[in-house]
């Protein structure tokens, strides 16, 4: 997160981000990062659009694909979990997805870029009772000569404490990403693909998985995954471990990173990686021995069909045994 520099001068912006999904509801809730009243507001998305009802990124973000000249709207709710009154201020704000493994990014402040300029937030200000919340409207208007292509924002509310005798004044915003497609039809597909992954140790010695990832589709990717260990020392295996990584802008390469138990043999182990960003999954499945220190590559032990390279090894000598079996016939047939 970056410091809010277009505060007063000692302003302190407690930022963070929806992630939890709410059972029963297409929203992310909001959980504050400090227990003061300052921290205690919370935001979710009340709704998603009927054609991703099923991408659970879709149930905590913002996420659409609109032709130019097209209106929508989006349901929130911002809530107050304090036992103080609360004066909360809504507004959009600029985002970007940085990269080599920069992930998204929120700009200062009230930053401005030209999705945010098609956004409004009605009401722009709310009072919230003790413990209660209230809804608001997002609506994006996608002007008529709007550019194709993928843009970022925030939907923050924000709440700011009493200044200190010091001059020093709490800040907390908390937010809701957006990830506006503009273009005809659907637009682009979202996809991935796994280029490699590695075996590695932490700074404290942790083992570590780390898949290597690239957004082949049209649409920005919050990747998240599993690995799962087998055939280790002793045909032991694990139980699978979870892993994710920032945002990633079509075109460009990321990572997802999974940390291990410490006391984890070194190997060698058979890994199934699994990478998911939405509706997109894809899985590697590589042969892995994690080194004592810094990292090393793994070994592909499957291919792009899922079959074992092994098998695919065995079936290649096979041609070639029947191959040179037939030569040796015809030349024999020519001598005699």
Do not use: H
């Amino acid at each position: 997160m970056t410091a809010n520099r277009g505060l007063a001068v000692g302003v302190l912006a407690l930022l963070t981000f929806a992630s939890a999904i709410v059972a029963q509801a297409p929203a992310a809730a909001q959980q504050p990062t400090e227990p003061a009243p300052v921290g205690s507001v919370g935001i979710r998305l009340l709704e998603a659009p009927v054609s991703l009802q099923d991408d659970p990124r879709a149930m905590a973000y913002i996420i659409d694909n609109l032709p130019p000249g097209t209106t929508i709207t989006r349901r929130i709710e911002v809530s107050n979990g304090s036992n103080q009154e609360q004066p909360v201020t809504l507004y959009p704000a600029a985002a970007s997805i940085g990269a080599d493994d920069g992930g998204f990014q929120v700009g200062d402040d009230r930053a401005v870029n030209e999705l945010t300029t098609w956004m409004s937030v009605t009401p722009t200000d709310l009072t919230l009772a003790p413990n209660s919340a209230a809804e608001a409207v997002v609506t994006i208007a996608v002007p008529p000569d709007a550019p194709e292509g993928e843009q970022y924002a925030v939907v923050w509310a924000q709440t700011a404490g009493a200044p200190t005798g010091t001059g020093i004044q709490n800040v907390s915003r908390v937010g809701i990403r957006t990830y506006l497609s503009v273009g005809p039809g659907n637009g682009p597909a979202a996809d991935l693909s796994i280029d490699g992954v590695t075996a590695a140790r932490s700074d404290d010695g942790a083992p570590q998985v780390v898949a290597n990832i690239t957004n082949t589709g049209g649409r920005a990717l919050d990747p998240s995954g599993t690995v799962e260990l087998s055939g280790g020392p002793g045909g032991i295996s694990s139980t699978p471990v979870k892993g994710s990584g920032g945002s990633i802008a079509p075109g460009q390469s990321g990572s997802v990173t999974f940390t291990l138990d410490p006391a984890l043999p070194s190997g060698p182990w058979q890994a199934a990686v699994t990478v998911t960003s939405g509706l997109v999954n894809k899985t590697s499945n590589v042969e892995l021995t994690f080194p004592d220190q810094g990292s090393v590559a793994a070994q592909d032990s499957s291919s792009e069909s899922g079959t074992p390279a092994w098998i695919w090894a065995v079936v290649a000598l096979g041609i070639i045994a029947v191959a040179a079996a037939v030569l040796i016939v015809i030349r024999r047939r020519k001598t005699s």
